[in-house]
């Protein structure tokens, strides 16, 4: 919770001091900078709490799929004669 406080406060102040058309370096570079990694930090986060939710989702590691290259019978014989 600590982490979407830290990333909203400096996303909000990152956009607030943004102005492209000042001389100073800190306004037209430095801000708008932050708020590109802020946002990105946001969506990054917004991700990771959503979870996939989907194929692949067990904790366990194990999808659940089957029918991969190396899964399941290859369809040959058992090689032996007699």
């Not at 909000?12 to 001389?23: A, G, K, N, Q, V």
């Not at 029918?67 to 019978?73: K, L, T, V």
């Amino acid at each position: 919770m600590k982490s979407i406080v830290i990333i909203m406060a400096g996303l909000w102040i990152s956009w607030h001091y943004t102005d492209l058309h000042s001389d100073q370096m800190l306004f037209n570079m430095v801000a708008p900078l932050g708020v590109l990694i802020f946002g990105a930090s946001l969506a990054v986060w917004l991700v990771l709490k959503m979870g996939s939710g989907g194929r692949g989702s067990r904790s366990d590691g194990y999808s659940g799929d089957s029918g991969g290259f190396f899964d399941g019978d290859s369809g040959g014989g058992d090689g032996g004669g007699d």
